[in-house]
């Protein structure tokens, strides 16, 4: 049984941000924290007080985390990027909305004295005799405390005060982890009920001094067990009252906090085999179908979770191409009209979409990448319609004259047709590079609309059928908001958004066969019309040759694609590994192309340069991050491994901003989630001369003085399966959702008895929900258990106030 959070955030968008810059705007981006941990970085929206991102991330992270902080930051190109506001969420307050909170909320000015973080390593004990009893406080050590100093480090001290009295221990110089090893005395006065107070702060030579956080103990508390040892979090200072800083904006969020219980693979068996046996089986007569009753009951706002939780699951099982199958034919016996088929989001259309992403996502970045960065790099001025033509000065220095709208329009038209004849060029070449599944899966879909719809009666209805997923609900987003696609990097400029947001309208207008309606909506279009009907052609062909897949083929594809080594993450980083007594230097980094499998980590002078391997996967300890003191770079992430002969071994490795640092050591992370052997502490500085950086310790090989960080990884279309987690979130919206899929049962039976087509009540002829009621019921009762034993468990008395 294992404890699983998740943290859902969708930065939507800010309001009514002050002004940072000169011109009177802002070029706002946020940065999430969580327990003051930077994980996030949104794209930058220049020159605006009112951005949108709309970006959504999902992390997952041990359950002791305490807050996620969303930081509203200005970027400046010539000196450091001002603050513009915070919003902090507390894990309380997301604990009190299950269904995730959403909403605005008011961003309010950064206090240094609440911007703490780390742990303190404590003794507390009471000594003595009942006549005169001293208050014992031993210091051992702190970690991972606030940066306070230019340096990126801090000089910290402990303040003692007890019952009006203060001691102070010594100053450890440049350390966030700090090692004391001091103990302080008082005399115990029994009658009073003054608490012991424990502080950090930053010692600092010629300004005031700052505050790194505090511990307060009720010592009445502690007379009951005479002493208390353990590392207890920093506090931030609460007891000056907040002044008002006045209007900094707001910033619209929806977070959802998710903690699941995951019990073994044995308890989760009858709900997979059911679901597995409904889907093969299909529909029969006189039963009502398991996932009919899952589609009715299932809202529309928690739909395409558990579409994509569904498709995971049978992706899983070997039985995708037979689940989907299975929703377009349920769909097609409800649809009357060709019109309307798939234009719903429905579990069909959200499974079938929810399945493109997660196994054509490396297919969609191989086709529209070359274009959407040929997009991005030209900033080619695009514009058809007319009534937002921008008429602008053409010709060298002298020579100027005014463009015309006709010409504005004619010129736009050739870019537009370069871009869009690129991109049906590549996809038109695209059949062969298509994961065979996918492919299987069209071929299915393509099928079943023929035979409901022929094309002798209905014109092009099972190309359209195939299109208004691939067009409509893949390419076509993508073009027009790469960034949430994962093809670029920033979020398109208004000129660059024009010109993707015109490429997607064709894209949607071809997925749409080029029906007049289409062409009527917009009739400025109309100079992309012959490169579109061109384009129509080309779709047509391109499908046909797509759903032309034997089972034979398909099997031979999967196969072959099962035998190849995944890529889980590739690109370009700098490595440095530590030789020597020499300083180490960013400028000692050397650029290299690595390459992230399921097996190693290897690199190459280049992408198309021959691989060695570099680290074995079952061979790393700890993949974490590094200080920025101990390269003067924030963005360092080390690799700690075991060489051929059992060494122990460090890689730095040097990303270009904090959402690169996070990917990789995420995808490190999953990758080695199974080994064995990984390291509970580390060092987060480096091991320069004698000592180590961070903590001044003189071991190199001692103990770490930071905990290591297995569980914080972001939720990416690549992430590896993970079944039990999978069926778990099945179960629990079914047990959500149990009472409305009873009674939509019996209104289905009751219609069945009306027409005669009443099924038999024998237990062996039980249908599919009503097993499912069943598997239920012993799921819920099995949670209870594991509930009761968890919370035997962690019954701990709490000293800290």
């Given at each position: 049984m294992a404890k699983r959070s998740s943290l859902f955030i969708r930065i939507v968008e800010g309001k009514n941000l002050p002004a940072k810059d000169i011109t009177g705007s802002s070029d706002p981006y946020c940065i999430v924290k969580i327990d003051n941990e930077a994980i996030i970085r949104t794209a930058t929206v220049w020159k605006t007080l009112s951005p949108f991102w709309g970006e959504e991330y999902e992390v997952h992270l041990p359950p002791s985390f305490h807050n996620v902080s969303f930081y509203v930051m200005d970027e400046d190109a010539l000196s450091r990027d001002d603050v513009i506001g915070k919003v902090c969420l507390p894990l309380d307050v997301l604990a009190k909305h299950p269904k995730g909170y959403s909403g605005w909320l008011n961003l309010?000015?950064?206090?240094?004295?609440?911007?703490?973080?780390?742990?303190?390593?404590?003794?507390?004990?009471?000594?003595?005799?009942?006549?005169?009893?001293?208050?014992?406080?031993?210091?051992?050590?702190?970690?991972?405390?606030?940066?306070?100093?230019?340096?990126?480090?801090?000089?910290?001290?402990?303040?003692?005060?007890?019952?009006?009295?203060?001691?102070?221990?010594?100053?450890?110089?440049?350390?966030?982890?700090?090692?004391?090893?001091?103990?302080?005395?008082?005399?115990l006065d029994e009658s009073a009920t003054e608490k012991l107070c424990v502080e950090v702060w930053d010692w600092d030579l010629v300004s005031r001094n700052d505050f790194l956080g505090k511990v307060v103990f009720n010592i009445q508390g502690l007379q009951t067990i005479q002493q208390e040892e353990g590392w207890f979090r920093l506090r931030p200072d609460k007891s000056k009252p907040r002044v008002d800083e006045g209007n900094l904006g707001s910033l619209q969020l929806q977070v959802r906090l998710r903690d699941e219980t995951v019990l073994p693979s044995s308890y989760y068996q009858p709900l997979v085999q059911l679901l597995c046996q409904e889907v093969k089986m299909g529909p029969k007569d006189g039963k009502i179908p398991l996932i009919t009753l899952i589609d009715e009951t299932t809202t529309a706002e928690c739909r395409q979770e558990v579409a994509i939780n569904l498709v995971k699951l049978f992706l899983g099982q070997g039985l995708a191409k037979e689940f989907l199958d299975l929703l377009f034919k349920l769909e097609l016996d409800k649809t009357c009209e060709p019109n309307t088929l798939f234009r719903s989001n429905s579990l069909a259309s959200k499974s079938m979409e929810s399945f493109l992403k997660v196994a054509g996502m490396q297919y969609l970045h191989s086709i529209l990448g070359p274009t959407i960065n040929r997009v991005f790099e030209e900033k080619k001025y695009v514009e058809l319609d007319p009534s937002k033509v921008e008429i602008k000065d053409v010709g060298c220095s002298g020579l100027h004259r005014i463009q015309t709208e006709s010409e504005v329009i004619q010129q736009s038209a050739q870019h537009l047709q370069s871009y869009l004849g690129e991109l049906l060029a590549a996809i038109a070449k695209s059949v062969k590079m298509c994961p065979a599944n996918i492919r299987a899966t069209f071929r299915q879909l393509f099928t079943r609309v023929g035979e409901r719809f022929p094309e002798n009666k209905h014109k092009n209805v099972k190309f359209i059928a195939v299109t208004s997923f691939l067009s409509l609900r893949f390419f076509s987003p993508a073009v027009m908001s790469p960034k949430l696609f994962h093809l670029r990097e920033k979020h398109a400029d208004a000129r660059t958004s024009r010109t993707l947001l015109l490429l997607a309208k064709a894209i949607q207008t071809i997925g749409n066969m080029d029906t007049a309606a289409s062409r009527t909506k917009e009739a400025w279009m109309a100079p992309l019309q012959p490169t579109i009907q061109q384009g129509v052609a080309h779709m047509k062909e391109f499908i046909i040759k797509l759903v032309d897949i034997e089972e034979k083929e398909e099997l031979d594809l999967q196969k072959a694609l099962t035998l190849q080594t995944l890529i889980v993450k590739e690109g370009p980083l700098f490595i440095h590994k530590t030789k020597g007594k020499g300083p180490l230097m960013s400028s000692s980094f050397k650029k290299l192309y690595f390459s992230l499998t399921s097996e190693a980590l290897s690199f190459a002078k280049t992408p198309s340069s021959k691989k060695s391997s570099f680290i074995t996967l079952s061979n790393i300890r700890a993949a974490e991050k590094v200080e920025e003191k101990s390269f003067g770079n924030s963005h360092v992430m080390q690799i700690i491994y075991m060489d051929e002969t059992g060494q122990s071994e460090t890689a730095y490795l040097q990303c270009k901003c904090v959402n690169e640092l996070n990917q990789w050591l995420s995808a490190l992370r999953k990758v080695c989630v199974n080994n064995s052997?990984?390291?509970?502490?580390?060092?987060?500085?480096?091991?320069?001369?004698?000592?180590?950086?961070?903590?001044?310790?003189?071991?190199?090989?001692?103990?770490?003085?930071?905990?290591?960080?297995?569980?914080?990884?972001?939720?990416?279309?690549?992430?590896?399966?993970?079944?039990?987690?999978?069926?778990?979130?099945?179960?629990?919206?079914?047990?959500?959702?149990?009472?409305?899929?009873?009674?939509?049962?019996?209104?289905?039976?009751?219609?069945?008895?009306?027409?005669?087509?009443?099924?038999?009540?024998?237990?062996?002829?039980?249908?599919?929900?009503?097993?499912?009621?069943?598997?239920?019921?012993?799921?819920?009762?099995?949670?209870?258990?594991?509930?009761?034993?968890?919370?035997?468990?962690?019954?701990?008395?709490e000293l800290q106030t």
């Open positions: 309010t000015e950064i206090d240094p004295d609440e911007e703490v973080q780390g742990e303190i390593h404590l003794l507390i004990e009471i000594l003595g005799s009942n006549v005169a009893r001293k208050l014992r406080c031993r210091v051992f050590e702190a970690r991972d405390l606030a940066r306070k100093d230019r340096n990126g480090a801090s000089d910290p001290f402990v303040r003692v005060r007890y019952h009006g009295k203060t001691q102070e221990s010594s100053v450890v110089k440049k350390s966030c982890y700090p090692r004391w090893n001091e103990t302080f005395e008082f005399d052997e990984m390291l509970c502490s580390y060092h987060p500085g480096v091991f320069r001369g004698d000592k180590w950086s961070c903590c001044h310790q003189k071991d190199k090989s001692g103990l770490g003085c930071d905990k290591t960080r297995h569980g914080v990884t972001l939720q990416e279309w690549n992430d590896p399966l993970d079944p039990d987690l999978e069926s778990q979130l099945i179960f629990r919206h079914l047990l959500g959702v149990r009472e409305a899929m009873r009674e939509k049962y019996q209104e289905l039976m009751l219609e069945k008895r009306e027409n005669g087509l009443s099924q038999s009540e024998a237990p062996e002829n039980m249908d599919g929900p009503t097993r499912l009621f069943h598997v239920l019921q012993d799921l819920e009762e099995a949670h209870h258990k594991a509930s009761i034993a968890n919370k035997d468990k962690n019954c701990l008395v």
